[in-house]
């Protein structure tokens, strides 16, 4: 009877001793597989990452390829370099560790490649600004004496809407060039509508010294003979209420000396027709400047 009892017991401490083995492994089983998961989702947050970075990084490039700039091959360099680092970053697996650490050493000495180049290039970018200040300084002086005299002049008008109308910024004599591409990629000029691959807008942006400074927006509108919208790009509200159509944007700083400004706006044309064709500009919702031309 005894050794019944004493077997019984041992079972039952057996029984306890699997038990608390079994709970045990299963707590590390559980415990590892979470680590390695929360690992896992960290190595792919961090690839993540790197992808948004390096997009980032190709987009500011793309803008500085836009402007006409000496360090464009230094650019395109290095745009290149970024290009081939996302390329073999999508080939990478999340769990890749190795290959994501190493990727992201490369991107930090790509990011000081990126900060000395744009360093440089807005280093050349406002000495040639300087240059251009300086040479009208002159002229900035004149058409402030202009406008001045002229807002004094007015008469039966309260202040407030001598300073409102005297502030309005006007551009010079606007000229367009229909330009026609070949199969070299180069443009030449030509007056017929259907031989139009682009259409060129130039114009200058008046000094004037009541304006108020900083970044601005000038809008071209062109119309076709029939009254319609060349090439629209979007809609923009000019004399406070009215909503139109643009064709294109010039963004640009005003520092109160006359700035020369060139539009490309690209056309499709099957679409172009001969006759007469307006043009306008609007800065601040208020017309700048109009003028026409023909197509044959």
Do not use: C
């Not at 608390?20 to 993540?48: A, H, R």
């Not at 008008?157 to 502030?167: I, R």
């Amino acid at each position: 009877m005894e050794n019944k009892d004493s077997k019984g017991k041992m079972n039952r401490v057996l029984a306890i001793l699997l038990l608390l083995v079994l709970v045990g492994f299963g707590y590390y089983y559980f415990t590892t597989s979470s680590k390695i998961k929360e690992q896992e989702q960290i190595f792919t947050d961090q690839k993540l990452e790197l992808q948004q970075s390096l997009d980032e990084m190709e987009a500011q490039y793309n803008v500085a390829l836009e402007d006409n700039t000496s360090m464009k091959g230094d650019i395109e360099a290095a745009k290149e370099a970024i290009v081939t680092l996302k390329e073999e970053l999508k080939k990478t697996k999340a769990n890749d560790y190795a290959a994501i650490k190493k990727y992201k050493r490369q991107l930090v000495v790509l990011q000081k490649q990126n900060k000395r180049l744009f360093f440089l290039n807005d280093s050349l970018n406002q000495a040639n600004a300087g240059l251009n200040i300086a040479l009208d300084s002159t002229q900035a002086n004149l058409q402030k004496e202009i406008y001045l005299k002229d807002s004094l002049a007015t008469e039966n008008t309260s202040l407030a809407d001598k300073v409102k109308l005297g502030s309005k910024l006007k551009t010079s004599a606007i000229q367009v060039a229909s330009l026609r591409e070949r199969n070299n990629g180069k443009f030449k000029d030509t007056d017929r509508a259907k031989k139009t691959d682009a259409l060129k807008v130039s114009y200058t942006i008046l000094a004037n010294p009541i304006a108020e400074q900083g970044a601005k927006n000038a809008y071209v509108q062109i119309l076709d003979p029939a009254g319609k919208v060349v090439s629209a790009k979007g809609d923009i509200t000019v004399n406070d209420d009215e909503i139109i159509q643009y064709s294109a944007v010039n963004k640009f700083d005003y520092v109160n000396v006359n700035r020369n400004l060139i539009a490309i706006i690209k056309v499709n044309r099957d679409a172009m027709k001969a006759g007469k064709y307006l043009v306008k500009t609007f800065v601040e919702g208020k017309l700048a400047g109009t003028n026409s031309f023909e197509l044959r």
